[in-house]
């Protein structure tokens, strides 16, 4: 039987189509019962002796697929309808249905519903297309009832109009949490979406409390009213930043106000979650807020019996608004408060549950608040029915909705990680929070790589796009104990690691100098090529070569000639004002058998480090150049805006604190006065300077704060000196050239006019579309169309973005894990630096360790002494002026890790007095 509907559509250019669509509809379409005898069983699934099959509605897969993932929910019929339903709504969710339905082991069946000749329905004038969706799906449920008498087929669906009308036409239908409850299978309970109690807009349903109960929270302008008002100039939108360290107080960065707005509590925040878009309205002037001359006394939205022991936590990060460089107190801010929100960045967070919240539900069942990891996500409050099974264990939850009613949003349970404090568990954690994938990859994937063991065959050396360059001295210089070793100075696995002595492919960048380090451009080559390395380096080692002025061999003399090349050319980007920064980089020597770290200290940044750092820097600038002119509307680049004015104003105020001036109007003046920027008295002055002058510069993101403890520099050097800014949440962020004015190609810390990432394809993926927009440029191959399309080439570059700033983030978090499990069962007392000065604290920074804390001056039960801040010379003074402390001053803390519930360990900071510090070698 034929079918054929037309309608009319317009296209992007404004063109009007008539669409003809045909549909064929068929009688031998199965069932999808393996025991059936009237249907065809090759793609049957269902499991023929089973007394019940499920049909679930778009309705149960948008919300509830938590629960249809579970291992005890089978023989469940898809209907066509319904898979293409999700698809056009939630295509994360649509991947997760079809990968139920293509899984062996699960017994999800799609059931072509629009093609079969007994189920397909016209849509009825007046009829919504989403209700002749649900009839459809009816429909198919009694087309099931006739075929298969012997089997009881249940509805799935909590929509209550879809309900009704299955009900009155004789269906057997069931709400997702009825059919949980039957199962009496506590864990698959815990993971519906129920209903909430309040019926905002945000709801999706549910009952309105008593009106005794006012609303906490304002109801959310509609799109429409949003829209109107951002016309007007009345609402700004921008990205809400909460501050994890006290979560009542938040900021969003409005482009159209030109500051960030300030939100002194979770009133004005107005259900809004860390990294949700938002609309908001500013408060009149006189309104406006000052900000807090205090250190956040105990976490506002997590008060424990232990907290504000009298030692500090983590601090926020340095460069956060509130909590970073200098003193903070009598400027006003901007403030005001969100109206609506545009889009939700609701994820699944990890964290643990609080149980002093527990409240008694029916049965077994109980409610309970969830701490989540990342303390700038509110508590969730869930119900669970697991609660002696889930009190000590990490778990991961979702937030299904925020009533008004609600001080708190409401969630779900999804799985269990682990036991909370086991290392494995808590590597699971960070990786839940960071999204990081770890599945392995597809057999498709797989299936590109040639088999193991390789070995590069004569006839790929030999074809005369690829240069033979194993005739020329090559060798590589990494840090101890890398595995993907893909630096090579001429220029993860067996396949690309460069080995000693054996022949790799490559794609090689060539050029000719003068002996001042200057490229002459009409001889650089980019090539294909195959190498073969004399020697796999470590920097010590190839520093000890250079050294070494008896060592005349080969590399050792080639080694000391490059460095000499590179450090003119260093000078030369010096003098075009590229930034020397800082940050604060540690390395951990583990034990061999646990894993785990034994010490802990500053990673040592060699002369080799800065010779490989320019040959990679010079290769990256080239090939940037290259790209670009092949491609001017396509090519992968890598970007720096120049900071502005406001984000510096943290550090120009603690440098003048201590009579430090520093020039911002360009990076060449910031250079040379940071270069100018010493202290006799204190030899690390000058890398606190720097370190904090890469905060300013890096505070304004839109992607959330980083942990404080910093990460080991496991990789080789790249992107700026010890790969700073790249450490320290840079907003260096890849794009697409033909969606950026040439200005916006810049590289402000580089002081280079392109840039972009060439050198490491075997761990960034950025380096791979590179290669493949070089090979193309010099004729080797045709750009697939997904790089030939701006829209496309801005996806990827978004997509580079978001995981770039997830592994950064990941790293810090693995650092801090790391230093958590170092201090576990030590007291060590050591030298600190103060970074920000409050009335009752400091937050100070530990350069050993690269550690940065809150530390009060008056611990809890202690009688609290009055200190006075005063802001233009950033210290605090006590009443009798015999104690004081200034931002840069050096002081001495003892470092410690406390067990506080329900987040777990903790690393605490209290200060100490200069005597008490252990004398070395005593």
């Not at 087309?143 to 036409?169: C, F, G, S, V």
């Not at 990941?810 to 007392?829: C, M, N, P, Q, W």
Request: net charge negative; aromatic share 6%.
């Amino acid at each position: 039987m034929l079918k054929s509907n037309s309608f009319v559509r317009k296209t992007k250019k404004g063109k009007v189509l008539k669409v003809v669509r045909e549909r064929y509809l068929r009688d031998d379409i199965g069932c999808g019962d393996i025991q059936c005898t009237k249907c065809d069983s090759t793609l049957a699934k269902l499991n023929g002796s089973s007394t019940q099959y499920l049909i679930i509605d778009t309705n149960i897969v948008l919300h509830q697929m938590d629960m249809l993932e579970h291992c005890s929910v089978n023989d469940v019929i898809v209907p066509s309808v319904v898979r293409e339903e999700v698809k056009k709504r939630n295509l994360s969710l649509y991947n997760r249905l079809r990968t139920l339905c293509t899984c062996e082991t699960r017994r999800f069946y799609v059931f072509s519903n629009e093609f079969h000749q007994e189920t397909y329905v016209e849509q009825e004038q007046g009829e919504s297309i989403n209700d002749r969706n649900d009839r459809a799906i009816r429909v198919a449920c009694r087309w099931y009832q006739r075929h298969l008498p012997d089997k009881q087929i249940l509805l799935l669906t909590n929509d209550a109009d879809n309900m009704k009308k299955a009900k009155q036409e004789g269906l057997q239908v069931q709400t997702a949490l009825a059919f949980a409850a039957e199962q009496n299978i506590s864990e698959l309970l815990d993971l519906v979406v129920r209903p909430s109690d309040g019926d905002d807009d945000e709801t999706g349903g549910g009952e309105r409390p008593s009106k005794r109960r006012p609303p906490i929270y304002k109801d959310h302008k509609s799109l429409t009213e949003l829209q109107l008002g951002m016309r007007e100039g009345r609402y700004h939108q921008g990205t809400l930043r909460v501050n994890r360290y006290d979560p009542s107080r938040a900021a969003v960065s409005c482009e159209s106000v030109g500051f960030d707005v300030y939100l002194k509590d979770h009133i004005d925040m107005n259900r809004g979650v860390d990294g949700d878009r938002v609309v908001l309205e500013l408060y009149p002037e006189e309104q406006w807020v000052t900000e807090e001359t205090r250190l956040p006394t105990e976490e506002t939205d997590l008060v424990t019996e232990d907290e504000n022991t009298g030692v500090a936590e983590l601090a926020p990060d340095a460069g956060e608004e509130g909590y970073g460089i200098g003193a903070a107190g009598g400027t006003r801010r901007v403030t005001g408060y969100v109206v609506g929100i545009v889009k939700r960045a609701w994820r699944p967070y990890s964290g643990s549950l609080d149980l002093k919240s527990v409240r008694g539900g029916k049965a077994a069942t109980v409610d309970v608040l969830f701490c989540a990891h990342n303390r700038s996500i509110p508590r969730v409050k869930i119900r669970t029915r697991q609660l002696e099974t889930l009190k000590d264990q990490r778990i991961v939850v979702v937030i299904d909705s925020w009533s008004v009613f609600s001080r708190w949003p409401e969630g779900h349970y999804t799985k269990t990680l682990g036991k909370g404090g086991d290392k494995q568990t808590e590597t699971e954690v960070l990786l839940v929070e960071n999204d990081i994938k770890t599945q392995p990859f597809s057999e498709a994937v797989y299936a590109c790589l040639p088999p193991l063991p390789w070995d590069l065959a004569a006839e790929e050396a030999k074809k005369p796009e690829r240069a033979d360059l194993r005739h020329i001295l090559v060798c590589s210089v990494d840090p101890p104990g890398c595995t993907d070793i893909d630096d090579a100075l001429h220029c993860t696995t067996d396949l690309c690691s460069l080995r000693s002595n054996v022949d790799r492919l490559a794609f090689s960048v060539l050029w000719e100098m003068t002996p001042e380090g200057d490229v002459l451009p009409e001889k650089t080559r980019y090539t294909k090529s195959v190498i073969r390395s004399s020697a796999a380096l470590t920097y010590a080692e190839a520093q000890a070569r250079i050294d070494d002025e008896r060592l005349l061999d080969d590399i050792s003399v080639s080694l000391r000639r490059m460095l000499m090349l590179t450090k003119k050319i260093r000078a030369k980007r010096m003098a075009a004002g590229a930034l020397t920064l800082a940050s604060p980089e540690v390395k951990f020597q583990v034990d061999t058998e646990t894993h785990n770290p034994t010490d802990v200290g500053v990673y040592q940044i060699r002369e080799t480090n800065q010779m490989v750092e320019e040959m990679m820097l010079l290769a990256n600038c080239t090939v940037a150049a290259k790209i670009l002119d092949s491609f001017p509307l396509w090519a992968v680049l890598r970007r720096h805006p120049t900071p502005s004015p406001q984000m510096f104003e943290p550090i120009l105020r603690a440098a003048a604190a201590v009579d430090v001036q520093l020039d911002t109007s360009s990076s060449k003046a910031l250079a040379d006065t940071l270069d100018l920027a010493e202290r006799p008295s204190d030899p690390y002055f000058n890398k606190m300077i720097r370190i904090l002058t890469t905060r300013c510069m890096t505070q304004a993101s839109a992607l959330p704060e980083a942990p404080l403890l910093h990460c080991p520099l496991m990789q080789r050097c790249g992107g700026l000196a010890s790969g700073t800014l790249e450490f320290s949440l840079s907003k260096a962020q890849y794009g697409c050239s033909g969606q950026m004015t040439t200005a916006e190609f810049h590289h402000y810390g580089l002081a280079a006019p392109l840039y972009t990432h060439f050198t490491s394809p075997i761990r960034r993926y950025a380096d791979v579309l590179v290669h493949r927009f070089l090979e193309a440029a010099i004729g080797l191959t045709r750009l697939p169309p997904v790089l030939t399309d701006k829209d496309s080439v801005k996806e990827l570059s978004d997509q580079l973005n978001y995981r770039h700033h997830n592994a950064q983030m990941a790293g810090r978090a693995s650092t801090e894990l790391h230093t958590l499990i170092f201090f576990k069962d030590r007291v060590v007392t050591s030298d600190a630096r103060v970074i920000k000065v409050k009335e009752n604290g400091m937050v100070v920074f530990v350069p050993k360790f690269g550690i940065e804390a809150m530390v009060y001056l008056n611990p809890k039960g202690v009688e609290e002494k009055a200190f006075e801040l005063n802001m233009e010379t950033q210290k605090i003074t006590n009443a009798a002026e015999d104690l004081s402390y200034q931002i840069f001053d050096k002081v001495f803390v003892q470092i410690s890790v406390a067990e506080v519930p329900p987040h777990g360990r903790k690393l605490m900071l209290k200060l100490v007095e200069e005597s008490e510090v252990p004398v070395a070698g005593a």
